[in-house]
Each structure stands twice: as structure tokens, then as C-alpha cells.
């Protein structure tokens, strides 16, 4: 459980890296799908991280494979405003994945993918909200170390 926690650190410091170096640099929509599939390994490697501690306390029998069955085991398991928040979150980053979507304004400032998720929602993915993004994650990441495992905080 402690090498999940470990890997979506790593992970997180991958789309630090994205954000502040990479996508300054290239202002692409292939690097912000990049960082989107970044994130989403972030938070998947630290929900198998809540499940596996969740496992050994005898909360759950088992953790799913799916990615999106271990997010609403987490959401019917712990009752937690915030980790509510975050698998919900969780689950909107991979529509946007997995969504048809336009670019625009490439190679400059304002670039801009925007996706149609499964409800018809448009949402627009341009730097600003990647950053957003990357804060939630890293939020995400030091609220399960202090509430799951009990670390002291610590910043990611």
C-alpha cells in the first residue's frame, strides 16, 4: 500500500513536470492529453493505495481490477466529503479522456482541447484549468496521507 502511495507521488511529479516544463514549452493537446493521462494514473495508484490499507483493516473483502469499479468501491466505502469529491473528479478526467475533441489556438497561449463528454457537457481544457487540475491532484494526494495513513503533512 505504501508502494501505490509511492508510485502516485512519482506519478504526480511527472505532471509537475508536464505542466511547468513540457506544455509551456510545446502548447500542444497531445501534451495536455498527456498530463490528463498523468493525473488519472495519479489518482489511480492512490485509490489502490486506499483500497489496499482498506483491505488490511478489514473494510473490503477485495479490490476490484477496474479502474472505475475500485473508484465507487472508494466512494461506497468511505464516507469522506473530499474523497467523495476527488473519485468524482477521478471519473470526470477519464470521460475526458475518452471523449471525441477538438483543438484550438495550438502553439500559443491559449491553447485549448475542447472535449464532449457522455451528457453532452462541454468542457474546455485550456492551461489554466490543467493547473487546477494538478492542485486538486496534489490536494488529493496530501489528504490521503494525513486521513488514510496518518502522516504528518507533508508537501508533495
Not at 505542466?19 to 489518482?43: A, G, N, P
Not at 472505475?68 to 461506497?76: H, I, S, T
Request: hydrophobic share 40%; charged share 35%.
Amino acid at each position: 500500500m505504501k508502494e501505490s502511495l509511492e508510485n502516485a507521488i512519482t506519478e504526480l511529479k511527472r505532471v509537475d513536470h508536464l505542466y511547468y516544463v513540457s506544455l509551456k514549452y510545446t502548447r500542444t493537446v497531445d501534451m495536455m492529453k498527456h498530463m490528463v493521462e498523468r493525473l488519472i494514473s495519479t489518482f489511480s495508484f492512490a485509490i489502490e493505495a486506499i483500497l489496499e490499507q482498506a483491505k488490511d483493516d478489514g473494510l473490503i473483502e477485495e479490490i476490484p481490477a477496474n479502474l472505475g469499479l475500485r473508484a465507487k468501491l472508494v466512494m461506497d466505502t468511505f464516507k469522506d466529503e473530499e474523497l467523495l469529491d476527488c473519485m468524482n473528479f477521478y471519473i470526470k478526467l477519464r470521460k475526458i479522456l475518452r471523449a471525441k475533441y477538438t483543438k484550438r489556438e495550438e502553439f500559443r497561449r491559449h491553447v485549448t482541447m475542447t472535449a464532449t463528454i457522455d451528457n453532452g457537457e462541454v468542457i474546455e481544457v485550456n492551461i489554466d484549468l490543467l493547473k487546477e487540475y494538478y492542485d486538486k491532484a496534489k490536494e488529493f494526494i496530501r489528504h490521503i496521507r494525513i486521513s488514510v495513513f496518518g502522516e504528518e503533512e507533508l508537501d508533495v
